[in-house]
């Protein structure tokens, strides 16, 4: 038994991990009959209970890693389960393709991609993962293989994304990658100082901006105050590019302090440095897309800047017609319990559906709050934050949460009902249990 | 002319994550994998092609135990081009009790971890002496620097390769063949992964592989990975046993 914990780090629990290391299917149905009921295990990025079996088996992925095929001539991938978003990325990228909906991190499996129907910047154009999938080679812990994509088995598709790995264990996929002119973005960056604006400013940049994403003052401001920030690939000579911002050593947290680094003393002026910083910056900058996707990556270990409680992540999706109203009376209800987020994050998705069933992207507004875990306090913010989300006819993203009420999750998807028909009887998580279950 | 790495054991962790770092270049490069299993050889390739794509990876089957077909096996790898690189690192991480209570297990043990690198060492030696060139990387391990209760069949066996290797280095000195011996300290690979429930930390296999492919373009003739193993192995060579034979390790 080894204690695992989640990416929230809100608390450890005794799991049996089995890794998987032989990757022939007769070899996989063996083992996972060995080990039930159990749960597959990627990278551990899941904020909440989505990737945790207490005193379970856990699956784990990782060195499921191996590349099957990947034709450069049409940017068709086909990977085994264990492989990263970073190694795809890193081997893609340099012949001119890359993954066309990636996240805020690439030290995610691609079959956690898949699980957790990911989105990126750019929900807009190019939807969520699951978009980009052609096919996914299931194996049921009853020895089934399935092997389903938009067109085959689409009922097992739309269940499997998005599915939190609960219908099966992903054995292979097959990604389409999109073309990229080089690795850079143009980015523009503009301050609002409050929420219609920020609207305004995204409505206006969707046409002709591939990406949109803004950082949140959730403290400052009148209804909010930000930084909008839109950008689209750039076409750029091999040696015009300012190399300072490539091969940066990655940083580690060498240990995990005694309290939050993140409090309510230091979120406030952390907060105002960073949108006073920022205002100063140039409007219009080129970026490598590793800073620009995946600011966070660089610093190991961030999680543990939140101390031996960990942290929660909220975050939830509105309907477009409330959206500023809610996000508006959110950001009020956050104020107000003197509580805060530093990495928060406010962006729009545009119209196109999820084809998950339990996918969480919709049209709308997703407002994304990380807080320090103190409790009973941020337990009860959640509860008034839920009501907001509830009344507006929104929903909570599984891949962070840890405590969301089932009749929060049973009203934000309503497509629950047609997926449990394809639950694998051989799965079961936490969040199963917490949720479904 | 484009370079040749040959690599025995080609399905351990160690070995791909090395191969893959081999590849990345993009260059033209030959590959070939030795391993007792064509499936998982098979897949190896394909990922090895995947990220190359002006990569020519071949797979072939071969026995870890039979002296004959060693010999055979190496001759027929060399009888096209000659070896730029090769990289030998088959082994089994035994099961130390087990070895102590099934004398045919341990018989295995030994044979897989000691007898059977050196017997692929020497069948390369053999060409690249006639060449007068090439580079022979073998995996040790830390293991073999002094024998311990938790696992001194692996261990022997490993410092029998360790001793091997400095004897070819000795015959090779002077030449342009070079002999490397590459001491990893535990590494998270799937061998090891039952060591994690024990709380031990384990280097990541691919910063391990990366040690091994700086070392090897350095030219190191015994590189410990991660480094800092040089420093404990030191330690622990040098304790003397009064203080050695209280250690539970």
């Not at chain 2, 590959?31 to 098979?42: A, C, F, K, N, S």
């Not at chain 2, 910063?207 to 030219?219: L, M, P, R, S, Y």
């Not at chain 2, 015994?222 to 203080?243: D, E, S």
């Amino acid at each position: 038994m080894r204690s695992v914990r989640s990416w929230g780090r809100l608390g450890e629990a005794k799991h049996r991990v089995v890794a998987l290391s032989n990757a022939k299917e007769n070899a996989l149905r063996h083992v996972l009959a060995e080990s039930l009921p159990g749960l597959a295990y990627g990278n551990g990025r899941s904020y909440g209970d989505a990737c945790l079996n207490p005193n379970g088996n856990l699956w784990q992925s990782r060195d499921l890693d191996h590349f099957v095929a990947f034709d450069p001539e049409n940017g068709c991938l086909v990977c085994e389960p264990g492989v990263l978003l970073k190694d795809i990325m890193e081997l893609t990228v340099p012949l001119g393709w890359m993954l066309p909906v990636t996240p805020g991190t690439q030290m995610i499996t691609v079959a956690g991609a898949v699980a957790n129907d990911v989105h990126g910047k750019n929900h807009h154009v190019y939807g969520s993962f699951g978009d980009h999938v052609e096919r996914i080679r299931l194996l049921r812990t009853d020895g089934e293989i399935i092997e389903c994509g938009p067109t085959v088995r689409s009922d097992w598709f739309a269940a499997t994304l998005g599915g939190v790995g609960l219908t099966g264990f992903i054995v292979q996929v097959t990604l389409r990658l999109r073309r990229v002119p080089s690795a850079w973005l143009e980015v523009e960056s503009k301050p609002y100082f409050d929420l219609s604006e920020f609207f305004a400013l995204s409505d206006k940049a969707e046409p002709d901006w591939e990406n949109t994403v803004s950082w949140i003052d959730c403290l400052g401001g009148g209804s909010g105050r930000g930084i909008f920030m839109q950008a689209n690939f750039a076409t750029v000579e091999g040696d015009t590019v300012p190399s300072t911002q490539l091969a940066r050593k990655p940083k580690k947290i060498p240990f995990v302090p005694p309290v939050s680094f993140i409090n309510r003393w230091s979120l406030k002026p952390f907060n105002n440095i960073y949108f006073w910083l920022n205002r100063q910056k140039k409007e219009r900058i080129l970026s490598h897309y590793q800073p620009f996707f995946y600011p966070l990556d660089n610093l190991h270990d961030w999680n543990k800047l939140y101390g031996p409680s960990g942290f929660y992540q909220y975050q939830s999706v509105i309907p477009r017609e409330v959206g500023q109203e809610a996000t508006s009376e959110m950001l009020r209800e956050i104020r107000q319990s003197d509580q805060g987020s530093f990495l928060s994050v406010l962006k729009t998705f545009g119209d196109r559906r999820s084809v998950g069933m339990l996918s969480f992207p919709e049209p709308g507004v997703t407002l994304a709050l990380d807080f320090p875990n103190r409790g009973k306090v941020t337990l009860d913010l959640f509860e008034r934050l839920d009501s907001i989300v509830r009344q507006a006819r929104g929903r909570l993203y599984l891949a962070k949460d840890a405590r969301m009420p089932r009749d929060l999750f049973q009203a934000g998807y309503p497509r629950l009902v047609e997926f449990i028909k394809y639950r694998d009887p051989g799965i079961s998580s936490a969040m199963s249990r917490r949720l479904i279950d | 002319m484009q370079k040749k790495i040959v690599i025995v054991g080609a399905t351990s962790a160690i070995a791909t994550y090395c191969a893959r770092i081999w590849v990345a270049t993009g260059q033209p490069i030959s590959i070939v994998l030795l391993g007792r299993d064509l499936e998982r050889l098979g897949r190896v390739a394909a990922d090895l092609s995947a990220r190359n794509q002006h990569a020519v990876v071949t797979i072939k089957r071969a026995d870890f135990l039979n002296p004959a077909s060693i010999q055979t096996v190496i001759d027929q790898v060399e009888s096209d081009e000659p070896t730029h690189l090769a990289l030998i690192a088959q082994g089994s991480l035994g099961d130390q009790e087990k070895s102590q209570n099934d004398l045919g297990f341990n018989y295995t043990e030994l044979h897989t971890n000691a007898v059977s690198p050196v017997l692929y060492a020497e069948a390369f030696a053999q060409h690249m002496a006639k060449t007068g060139k090439g580079t022979l990387v073998v995996i040790g391990s830390v293991a073999g620097d002094r024998g311990r209760r938790s696992n001194y069949v692996y261990g022997a066996a490993k410092g029998l390769v360790a001793r091997y290797v400095q004897g070819l280095q000795h015959r090779f000195a002077g030449t342009e063949v070079k002999v490397i011996l590459i001491k990893p300290g535990p590494t998270d690979t799937p061998m090891t992964s039952h060591l994690k429930d024990h709380g031990m930390r384990l280097a990541s296999v691919e910063d391990v592989a990366k040690g091994i492919v700086e070392a090897v373009q350095v030219g190191k003739s015994v590189a410990y990975v991660p480094g800092k193993w040089a420093l404990i192995m030191m330690i622990i060579r040098h304790l003397p046993n009064f203080i050695f034979n209280k250690l539970r390790i």
